[in-house]
């Protein structure tokens, strides 16, 4: 009889490796920023060449550098972090690759120092959690990830009030809440469908838009509350009013060779035709949707994925896997 020949231990010694006992990498992918003002800002960031997915979620009080060393507070995460939220300037919602969801404070520790505590925490997703948003009274949020499920939740006492299993038929890629309201928001899917939901009604959700591509993101325009911006994974953008019905555009334009990742339009009341777009690419670009979509800032200085952006006093900021965070002024194109 032969010798038994041991198996490959390195998924024991890995698998047993306490956190103190892994080497440090630095959680350089990038993954979002959001600004709450100029004394609040945070950046999420996941490590995507390790064994271990784990992420890390960096506090800024001043937004005049966004270097990784000059953060103001940060947390490690045990799985990768890929989308958040704000409640209020020292409390926001992360969800991670685990499907977990955390509330965040900044509040003193046992040494008197600032820290970025868990407040509560919950994993009732099955899988990656993708995409959140808040509604208006900044008590609910809505969540979506690659279950197919959306879940809207009271982040007072962190529970699901509702919960909309195989809400999508693929994974829900991106939600975003109706400006200033508290109970519709608007779902898009890898099922190539976009859905308009208003959780007062029985049968809540009723389709605004089907096309033969997957529905990568979608943003509300802020100051005009029936207008929303779509990206599909074939690389189009496309304008469409919630009071028309069933695949009914404004306009749309199919100008980028990569899907769309994230679309932002322009928070300011006198720029609602500015929306920012970024690609599964290097590229950040402004458009102008009042304008047949015309170019009005493009950007190439990032060199590895764009995956975040925020507006703030006219200002936009990108972030990237490349490790960088950018600011573009809108006066010039800067490729």
Same mark, same amino acid.
């Given at each position: 009889?032969?010798?038994?020949?041991?198996?490959?231990?390195?998924?024991?010694?890995?698998?047993?490796?306490?956190?103190?006992?892994?080497?440090?990498?630095?959680?350089?992918?990038?993954?979002?920023?959001?600004?709450?003002?100029?004394?609040?800002?945070?950046?999420?960031?996941?490590?995507?060449?390790?064994?271990?997915?784990?992420?890390?979620?960096?506090?800024?009080?001043?937004?005049?550098?966004?270097?990784?060393?000059?953060?103001?507070?940060?947390?490690?995460?045990?799985?990768?972090?890929?989308?958040?939220?704000?409640?209020? /300037?020292?409390?926001?919602?992360?969800?991670?690759?685990?499907?977990?969801?955390?509330?965040?404070?900044?509040?003193?520790? !046992?040494?008197?120092?600032?820290?970025?505590?868990?407040?509560?925490?919950?994993?009732?997703?099955?899988?990656?959690?993708?995409?959140?948003?808040?509604?208006?009274?900044?008590?609910?949020?809505?969540?979506?990830?690659?279950?197919?499920?959306?879940?809207?939740?009271?982040?007072?006492?962190?529970?699901?009030?509702?919960?909309?299993?195989?809400?999508?038929?693929?994974?829900?890629?991106?939600?975003?809440?109706?400006?200033?309201? /508290?109970?519709?928001?608007?779902?898009?899917?890898?099922?190539?469908?976009?859905?308009?939901?208003?959780?007062?009604?029985?049968? !809540?959700?009723?389709?605004?838009?089907?096309?033969?591509?997957?529905?990568?993101?979608?943003?509300?325009?802020?100051?005009?509350?029936?207008?929303?911006?779509?990206?599909?994974?074939?690389?189009?953008?496309?304008?469409?009013?919630?009071?028309?019905?069933?695949?009914?555009?404004?306009?749309?334009?199919?100008?980028?060779?990569?899907?769309?990742?994230?679309?932002?339009?322009?928070?300011?009341?006198?720029?609602?035709?500015?929306?920012?777009?970024?690609?599964?690419?290097?590229?950040?670009?402004?458009?102008?949707?009042?304008?047949?979509?015309?170019?009005?800032?493009?950007?190439?200085?990032?060199?590895?994925?764009?995956?975040?952006?925020?507006?703030? /006093?006219?200002?936009?900021?990108?972030?990237?896997?490349?490790?960088?965070?950018?600011?573009?002024?809108?006066?010039?194109?800067?490729?």
């Amino acid at each position: 009889m032969e010798s038994l020949i041991e198996p490959n231990l390195n998924a024991d010694i890995y698998r047993n490796m306490t956190a103190a006992d892994r080497p440090p990498v630095p959680d350089k992918h990038l993954q979002f920023i959001l600004i709450y003002d100029e004394n609040s800002a945070i950046l999420g960031g996941t490590n995507m060449t390790d064994r271990y997915w784990s992420g890390t979620v960096w506090y800024y009080n001043d937004i005049s550098d966004f270097d990784r060393n000059k953060a103001y507070i940060a947390k490690k995460t045990e799985s990768g972090v890929c989308a958040a939220v704000y409640l209020k /300037n020292d409390t926001f919602v992360i969800g991670e690759d685990s499907g977990v969801l955390q509330i965040l404070d900044v509040a003193p520790g !046992p040494d008197g120092l600032k820290q970025l505590q868990c407040a509560a925490y919950a994993c009732l997703h099955d899988s990656s959690l993708l995409t959140l948003s808040a509604f208006a009274d900044k008590k609910h949020i809505v969540s979506g990830g690659m279950d197919c499920c959306i879940k809207i939740w009271d982040v007072t006492e962190l529970m699901v009030t509702q919960s909309f299993d195989y809400a999508h038929i693929d994974t829900v890629t991106c939600i975003d809440v109706r400006p200033e309201s /508290n109970t519709e928001f608007v779902s898009t899917s890898s099922d190539c469908e976009g859905l308009l939901w208003d959780i007062r009604q029985a049968k !809540p959700a009723q389709r605004i838009l089907k096309r033969d591509a997957s529905l990568t993101a979608v943003n509300w325009n802020p100051n005009l509350e029936n207008i929303l911006a779509v990206g599909t994974d074939n690389g189009e953008v496309i304008i469409v009013d919630a009071r028309r019905s069933n695949s009914e555009v404004q306009r749309e334009l199919s100008a980028f060779s990569r899907p769309v990742h994230k679309l932002l339009f322009n928070p300011n009341a006198e720029k609602l035709e500015e929306l920012a777009v970024c690609c599964d690419n290097t590229s950040v670009e402004v458009l102008d949707i009042n304008s047949q979509f015309s170019s009005i800032y493009k950007a190439g200085r990032h060199t590895d994925f764009v995956r975040g952006l925020t507006w703030f /006093n006219d200002h936009l900021y990108s972030c990237s896997w490349d490790n960088t965070v950018l600011k573009h002024t809108m006066d010039f194109d800067d490729d």
